[in-house]
């Protein structure tokens, strides 16, 4: 699988790892627990809807892959007498 916008990824994560220590702080001192459940629940969340995403798009990229093969296989553009460079 392909990771595009690796910087991207990492400030994903590790404003996801603030969040949960600030969570985490709003359990330990009692205070707030609904904001603290309702930041897990968030954060939980989007983590699971973006790499959803992510699994979405790599199967939407192989079957384009898998289509545009096929097209080419079909035409003929892909027969090894239209080789320049055989080896």
Known sequence: MEVPGIRTWVIFYLLSFVVLLWA?????TG??????LMLLLIIIGVNFV??????????????????????????????????????
């Open 24 to 28: 985490a702080f709003l359990t330990m």
């Open 31 to 36: 205070e707030m627990l609904w904001v603290s």
């Open 50 to 87: 973006v790499v959803y995403k992510q699994f979405k798009d790599q199967v939407s990229r192989q079957e384009l892959q898998n289509e545009f093969t096929r097209q080419l296989d079909r035409t003929g553009e892909n027969s090894e007498s239209d080789d320049p460079f055989k080896h």
